[in-house]
């Protein structure tokens, strides 16, 4: 059974950091794309950022470059996204992604597997 599972939200203060962990179970996602999108209540769910599994170079959305990195653990199977200098705008619930067919990071559609998401809030 294949399964990503995020960790790592919580409530942090504005200015603050997270990182959230997506570790996946039930194959290995090597050569596929991995996927940080989130959404905030009443919005649409939205990228956040996105790579390789194994490495390569990453994308980031416009919103958190230069704040937000992608990182990995190959030996755990596990990805995760360091969030730096938190703004409230970035309070959401983050999932992560991951899809084999992925031709554009953006879309959320192309991902076949996601996990259940992590709360994140970001006080002021």
């Known amino acids: 059974q294949v399964q990503l599972v995020e960790s790592g939200g919580g409530l942090v203060q504005a200015g603050g950091s997270l990182r959230l962990s997506c570790a996946a179970s039930?194959?290995?996602?090597?050569?596929?794309?991995v996927g940080w999108f989130r959404q905030a209540p009443g919005k649409e769910r939205e990228f956040v950022a996105a790579?390789?599994?194994?490495?390569?170079?990453?994308y980031y959305a416009d919103s958190v470059k230069g704040r937000f990195t992608i990182s990995r653990d190959n030996a755990k199977n596990t990805v995760y996204l360091q969030m730096n200098s938190l703004k409230p705008e970035d309070t959401a619930v983050y999932y992560c992604?991951?899809?084999?067919?992925?031709?554009?990071?953006?879309?959320?559609?192309?991902?076949?597997?996601w996990g259940q998401g992590t709360k994140v809030t970001v006080s002021s």
């Open positions: 992604a991951a899809g084999s067919f992925v031709t554009s990071w953006y879309t959320s559609d192309q991902y076949a597997y």
């Open positions: 790579s390789i599994w194994s490495g390569g170079t990453p």
């Open positions: 039930g194959r290995t996602f090597s050569s596929y794309a």
